[in-house]
């Protein structure tokens, strides 16, 4: 008996350790950077000011947060139209074969994201796969430009959060009670009434967690914008990679990084507020 609670506790410390050293302290570290004074010979000074947030009001910065969090939006809606009928047909499938069907999504993952973000490049450069393809088949007669642009940022931004919006919707679909939708359909409706009136709202949970899981680092995600997107798309994350890496501005780059925490927090406190209405409903 014990042993037993000795190792509970033991558990419990190493939680609130790792916690405590790995997320809350680097947190609190960044949040004291983003009040001192900037230094360019060492990097900040003992100098408390507000000066890096009202720096954040200049239009420049929230065209570019507002670009960015509109791009992240286009990224979580092909996600959500893309991983939806995926994790519908992952969650009917015979339960011999969602164990391979789940590991087919995870092993391109096993794999580096700027090895995959380079492969991108591969299929939708001017002589990649994707042109040859759509060149062969007459729909078009000249090569598309897609590599530097938005679209190829989107392109690997939705390869690589696809995941992300695929297991939490199909950790809540396995839950759902096949019987609601034969039901629906001996009470007459037809299959788009089932969609929108039986299985959106049942699986609204995990519409918001896959939302949630893919809308913000969507915006952070600097490499791939820098791979796929070239100097032309300058997103939150970049701003940030810039202001630590390039122009040594850390307080500033700690102040964004902040700004997209709280950000972060916001919508958690929706999450959670939208999930608490859905146990009171039911």
């Not at 949040?31 to 947030?53: I, R």
């Not at 392109?155 to 809540?172: E, R, T």
């Not at 202001?243 to 709280?262: E, K």
């Amino acid at each position: 008996m014990k042993t037993e609670l000795l190792f509970k506790r033991c558990t419990i410390a190493s939680i609130w350790i790792g916690l405590g050293g790995f997320a809350l302290l680097p947190l609190l570290l960044v949040l004291g950077m983003s009040f001192l004074k900037n230094s360019p010979s060492h990097l900040y000074q003992w100098h408390l000011t507000w000066q890096h947030y009202l720096a954040l009001l200049d239009p420049i910065y929230i065209k570019l947060a507002w670009r960015s969090f509109l791009l992240a939006l286009q990224v979580t809606f092909f996600c959500l139209l893309i991983s939806y009928p995926f994790a519908f047909i992952l969650a009917n499938s015979p339960k011999k074969n969602r164990s391979l069907l789940l590991l087919l999504i995870i092993i391109p993952f096993w794999t580096s994201s700027l090895l995959r973000s380079y492969a991108i490049i591969m299929l939708i450069q001017t002589n990649g796969l994707f042109n040859h393809v759509l060149l062969s088949l007459g729909i078009i007669q000249h090569p598309l430009h897609m590599l530097y642009t938005n679209a190829a940022v989107i392109i690997g931004l939705v390869y690589n959060l696809l995941p992300f919006m695929i297991l939490p919707l199909y950790s809540n679909m396995e839950q759902l009670n096949p019987e609601l939708i034969e039901a629906a359909k001996d009470l007459g409706a037809n299959k788009t009434q089932i969609l929108f009136r039986v299985l959106l709202p049942l699986t609204f949970p995990g519409i918001l967690s896959g939302c949630l899981l893919v809308l913000l680092p969507a915006m952070t995600l600097f490499f791939i914008p820098d791979i796929l997107g070239g100097a032309k798309s300058l997103l939150l994350g970049n701003l940030i990679q810039m202001q630590f890496f390039q122009s040594s501005n850390w307080p500033l780059g700690a102040a964004i990084s902040v700004m997209l925490t709280i950000f972060m927090g916001i919508l958690l406190w929706f999450y959670s507020r939208q999930v608490n209405m859905e146990r009171q409903l039911a």
